[in-house]
């Protein structure tokens, strides 16, 4: 189990600059999986097989069984010597050693599926903090702010000015109290307050939704880039529900908006080896200590796209809760595009030319989330396209590279594979080339489109407004499937595939920041 704990500085996330004239190209092309197939990679899934569950049914079970089978057929072992003479004890052992083979053989083979097979990962429910609305902070509010606060030249006022014309937010979208405040008042008390109310406010509600007890949880994970504090947010969690003392804690640090779903894939694992367990994950990322002061324009966009919010996720490996359940995981497939230094560097914190941190954003941000885009689904196609889509693709493929025939190159439709799509909601530029390149409709992208309108980049909690905006629009029936794709600084690029247990009906409970204003939606986001 990979546990990737970064060190890396670069905390910040994915905001878009709709201006760039990057366009993101992906080929849909199916690995080659016998040409890329490596030894290590051989000898590391022959290692997976030996685990201690499977070496204990070897040394310990099966030695036991194959005795008690033989006691049972009647085979005595001071009859051996006879089974050279004696054509009719030969007869009697011959079948005795077929039926103790079978019967060892079927237990055998029952015993190493039960100690292989995963146990299944439940998605219970899950809820997103919606803030007070002191807290919306308007287009024209955020421009006045930034101009009276006296920190940024004319030239970097107008640069905000035209990036929040065309980003794709809303007017009532929310900023924390510490960059509102005048003078701006961007302290630990108030970074620690900011983050107190969201993930407090969310697992206050997940907790209400779902009827668990938080002395119940036995894993719990917290992923939030740019705010690290000490002790960890993970800590305050568990000093203000009280938590049990042998909880598995985790803080999840510098790891961008797609640290939601790598989370998700810890918690996964953690479920796996620990049975009868629930797991909570808090996803979020806080923007008080991190508002930039500075005039350096890659640095500029975050301030115009990122909002405050988070989401908690309730999972579960117990049996009893798939019939209350909302989702089951079915895939997790993670991209990390770091060991190239430009994937590495599109996204990075450090000093402007004045000494001011801020988090810089490559104008290759676009191209690299394409690349990592293109990888990932290449990955989960397999795993999820039907066969048909599949075949047609590799037919298209020999036809062109064998028989040299001028033919377009077939391009999977995903739509085949899932009914529902949650995009990261970085900015409109992402979310269009996207819809673009994957062919999917307006219907499609509408869960995407309007958390970015409503509530700005979230970051890592994003996708789950997204999948809230789906099920208060009353969309989600049994049986389907939902993608979310995450992109974040490393260069990252996660997908999560969930299917639907059960039709979720629209609840006016807390946890569904939509369901108060779902008819609204969606609006016609004008484009400048």
């Known amino acids: 189990m990979e546990i990737e704990m970064e060190k890396e500085r670069l905390t910040a996330e ?9 366009v993101i190209k992906i080929r849909r092309q199916l ?26 049914i070897l040394a310990l079970i099966l030695p036991v069984f194959v005795f008690t089978v033989v006691q049972i057929t009647g085979l005595k072992l001071d009859r051996v010597s006879e089974l050279w003479t004696n054509r009719k004890l030969q007869l009697e052992s011959i079948d005795a050693v077929t039926r103790m083979v079978g019967a060892v053989t079927l237990c ?6 039960l100690a292989k097979r995963s146990r299944p990962v439940y998605l219970v429910d899950f809820a997103c903090y919606k803030p007070e609305d002191e807290r919306k902070m308007s287009i024209d509010s955020f421009l006045k702010m930034t101009e009276d606060s006296g920190a940024f030249g004319e030239e970097s006022v107008q640069f905000q000015r ?13 900023l924390s109290s510490g ?52 002790p960890s947010l993970s800590s305050m969690i568990v000093n203000h529900y009280k938590l049990q003392t042998d909880i598995k804690s985790y803080n999840l640090g510098g790891m961008g908006c797609s640290a939601g779903l790598i989370s998700i894939e810890l918690a996964r694992n953690l479920l796996q080896a620990n049975p009868n367990t629930y797991a909570v994950v808090v996803s979020t990322e806080n923007i008080t200590l991190n508002w930039y002061f500075g005039n350096d324009r890659s640095m500029l966009l975050c301030n115009c796209i990122f909002r405050m919010g988070g989401a908690a996720v309730l999972l579960s490996n117990k049996a009893r809760d798939r019939s209350r359940s909302k989702y089951e995981l079915v895939h997790l497939i993670r991209t ?38 293109k990888t990932n689904i290449t990955t989960l196609g397999p795993l999820v396209l039907p066969l048909a889509e599949q075949f047609m693709f590799f037919l298209t493929l020999v036809r062109k590279k064998i028989f040299k025939a001028k033919v377009k190159p077939y391009i999977p439709d995903f739509r085949l594979a899932f009914e529902h799509f949650c995009i990261h ?40 407004y997204e999948l809230a905006y789906t099920e208060a629009k009353g969309r989600i029936s049994g049986g389907d499937r939902v993608w979310q794709i995450a992109f974040g600084s490393g260069f990252k690029c996660n997908s999560a595939v969930w299917r639907a247990l059960r039709a979720t009906p629209v609840s006016k409970s807390r946890g569904n920041p939509w369901v108060d204003e779902i008819d609204k939606y969606p609006v016609k986001v004008l484009r400048v």
Not at 33 to 54: D, E, H, I, M, R
Not at 162 to 170: P, S, W
Not at 448 to 463: A, D, H, I, V
């Open 14 to 22: 994915m905001a878009f600059n709709d201006s760039t004239s990057a």
């Open 31 to 56: 690995p080659d999986f016998l040409q890329s197939v490596k030894l290590k990679y051989v000898k590391l899934g022959y290692g997976y097989s030996c685990n201690p569950a499977t070496l204990l």
């Open 108 to 113: 055998f083979l029952f015993a190493l599926y």
């Open 162 to 174: 035209r990036i929040a014309a065309r980003c794709g937010l809303g007017d009532e979208t929310y």
């Open 179 to 230: 960059i509102t405040a005048r003078p701006p008042n961007l302290c630990m008390e108030e970074a620690r307050a900011e983050a107190e109310a969201v993930m407090f406010g969310a697992l206050d509600s997940l907790f209400e939704r779902t009827g668990v007890n938080p002395k119940d949880i036995g894993i719990l994970i917290v992923n939030c880039s740019l705010f690290n504090p000490t």
């Open 336 to 373: 990390h595009k770091g060991a190239d230094d430009k994937n590495y560097n599109c996204v990075f914190q450090r000093e402007d030319d004045k000494g001011t941190i801020g988090v810089s954003l490559s104008r290759e941000l676009m191209a690299v989330a394409g690349d990592a885009l």
């Open 425 to 464: 909601a970085g900015g409109r530029a992402v979310l269009d080339e996207v819809q673009k390149n994957l062919q999917l409709t307006e219907w499609h992208m509408e869960p995407s489109k309007m958390t970015l309108y409503r509530f700005g980049n979230t970051s890592s909690s994003s996708l789950w």
